[in-house]
T-cell receptor, first 115, second 116 residues
């Protein structure tokens, strides 16, 4: 089983709203990732968690706030977003960070629209 | 600097024939390569991978070839089926060791269309 689930599937929010994206995996993976993907572009890495600790922040604006409550869950808290933040947000997980044969498995994504 | 390149934005193939998707890379530190398939508005689905110690890996209809000297990899799909129509991304990672990580670097993707 290589399933990563994400909720909600679609989200529309105003620029003053606060919302959260959720990601869950039950594969025992210890690395979890947030990516952003714009249309016709490859995924762009945002954050990486390893053993529930933030390992990588790819210079993401503070209006995006990640959280890893436990080894199976990953959240992305959104506040005061801009219309240009509209994109497909993807969660991924892998067994362990830094292994040279580590495969990342992606969730279905949350389609975010900021009005 | 685009370290992973998929020079063909699109590829059209007849059902039953072979599809060959190509990918070139410039970073000689890359040592693990993956192919993902993506349908619109869905997350990428892992297809197949290859380590730099190999030159070929096969899984059912999918075969990935790696030519390290040319810094080139390809994905062969035989026989192609209409359900294979999707965007295909190649990705590469470099094991940096220690507290570093195998960040995935993606190509721009190739749209494969398989006609019945």
């Amino acid at each position: 089983d290589t399933e990563v689930t994400q909720t909600p599937k679609h989200l529309v929010m105003g620029m003053t709203n606060k919302k959260s994206l959720k990601c869950e995996q039950h594969m025992g993976h210890r690395a979890m990732y947030w990516y952003k993907q714009k249309a016709k572009k490859p995924p762009e890495l945002m954050f990486v968690y390893s053993y529930e600790k933030l390992s990588i922040n790819e210079s993401v604006p503070s209006r995006f706030s990640p959280e890893c409550p436990n080894s199976s869950l990953l959240n992305l808290h959104l506040h005061a977003l801009q219309p240009e933040d509209s994109a497909l947000y993807l969660c991924a997980s892998s067994q362990v960070l830094g292994s040279n044969t580590d495969t990342q498995y992606f969730g279905p994504g949350t389609r975010l629209t900021v009005l | 600097d685009q370290q992973v390149k998929q020079n063909s934005p699109s590829l059209s193939v007849q059902e039953g024939r072979i599809s060959i998707l190509n990918c070139d890379y410039t970073n000689s530190m890359f040592d693990y390569f993956l192919w993902y398939k993506k349908y619109p508005a869905e997350g990428p689905t892992f297809l197949i991978s290859i380590s730099s110690i190999k030159d070929k890996n096969e899984d059912g209809r999918f075969t990935v070839f790696l030519n390290k000297s040319a810094k080139h990899l390809s994905l062969h799909i035989v026989p192609s089926q209409p359900g294979d129509s999707a965007v295909y991304f190649c990705a590469a990672s470099a094991y940096a060791g220690g507290t570093s990580y195998g960040k995935l670097t993606f190509g721009q993707g190739t749209i494969l269309t398989v006609h019945p």
